[in-house]
T-cell receptor, first 116, second 108 residues
């Protein structure tokens, strides 16, 4: 079974520029999550989708972050404009259903963003 | 979401058993306890999950006392490849939530 695919693996941008990350979940997984992991900390949930609808985006900084999941498959996370504090690894995860146990969640390898 | 507390770091040697304890004093009745492992440049990976008493799988054991306010992840006979960050998570919705984790370093 293919895992969760993310691209790019690394990205360096200047502050105030925009950037987009892409995630392709495991085939058939209805739920998709974006996490932000700052160096030395655990991942923090930003947004969760059920199919193509947003379930919870309460921790997403909506003034600069946006995310979409068209057709309930792939998803993109965008930052515009980026700030220095956005430097982090952005992880995508997916699971078959909304109420799965922990073993149902699969994470991608993430995109490491550096804002200079 | 319930908050968890773990040691920041631990050191061990190859072949030893490692026990990592997590405190979750505010755990709710319906919450499960889940442990994840994360290697550098990778996303977290599910290790084990439990509700009470003891759960064992091919890689680890999870011990949960009757009051469920803590849990202990036990890794038998660790190897160098077990060097990673281990996260304890508790919650009723199963959505992975993470604290700072425990950085385990296994020495030769």
């Amino acid at each position: 079974e293919a895992g969760v695919a993310q691209s790019p693996r690394y990205k360096i941008i200047e502050k105030r520029q925009s950037v987009a990350f892409w995630c392709n979940p495991i085939s058939g997984h209805a739920t998709l999550y974006w996490y932000q992991q700052i160096l030395g900390q655990g991942p923090k949930l930003l947004i969760q989708f059920q199919n193509n609808g947003v379930v919870d985006d309460s921790q997403l900084p909506k003034d600069r972050f946006s995310a979409e999941r068209l057709k309930g498959v792939d998803s993109t996370l965008k930052i515009q404009p980026a700030k220095l504090e956005d430097s982090a690894v952005y992880l995508c995860a997916s699971s078959p259903t909304f109420s799965d146990r922990g073993y149902g969640y699969t994470f991608g390898s993430g995109t490491r963003l550096t804002v200079v | 979401l319930a908050k968890t507390t773990q040691p920041i770091s631990m050191d061990s040697y190859e072949g030893q058993e490692v026990n990592i304890t997590c405190s979750h004093n505010n755990i709710a009745t319906n919450d499960y306890i889940t442990w994840y492992q994360q290697f550098p440049s990778q996303g977290p990976r599910f290790i084990i999950q439990g509700y009470k008493t003891k759960v064992t799988n091919e890689v680890a054991s999870l011990f949960i006392p009757a009051d469920r306010k803590s849990s202990t992840l036990s890794l038998p006979r660790v190897s160098l490849s077990d060097t990673a960050v281990y996260y304890c998570s508790s919650g009723g919705s199963y959505i992975p939530t993470f604290g700072r984790g425990t950085s385990l370093i296994v020495h030769p």
